[in-house]
């Protein structure tokens, strides 16, 4: 069974770097047919894509939040990180992590999702 999991701090004060990792199970973040990415949802609005991490390890970022994003991996741990500097207020969010499956499209698996507060 494909498991993901967020982790990381659920407060960040403001222009700090914002930094969670997702640890997967019951699959490999190295298999070719997926891609592996982040997704939030800020209180009271719908869900943003921010960016996702290909097999080769390539990165593909939300334009909006490209200047400030960056995703990582570990393939060892099999898992993947997302840093999101100088972060404000409106960074505030549900952060989930997800995988896309290529083929078909659409995520197939999230995780639980996890609260990220940015205030002083």
């Known amino acids: 069974q494909v498991q993901l999991q967020e982790s990381g701090p659920g407060l960040v004060k403001p222009s700090q770097t914002l930094s969670l990792t997702c640890s997967v199970s019951?699959?490999?973040?190295?298999?070719?047919?997926?891609?592996w990415s982040w997704i939030r949802q800020p209180p009271g609005k719908g869900l943003e894509w921010i960016g996702h991490m290909t097999i080769i390890g390539s990165t593909y970022c939300s334009p909006s939040l490209e200047s400030r994003t960056s995703i990582s991996r570990d393939t060892a741990k099999n898992q993947f990180a997302l840093h999101l500097s100088s972060v404000t207020p409106e960074d505030t969010a549900v952060y989930y992590c997800?995988?896309?499956?290529?083929?078909?499209?659409?995520?197939?698996?999230w995780g639980q999702g996890t609260q990220v507060t940015v205030s002083s």
């Open positions: 019951g699959a490999t973040i190295t298999d070719t047919r997926y891609f």
């Open positions: 997800a995988r896309y499956e290529t083929r078909g499209g659409g995520y197939d698996y």
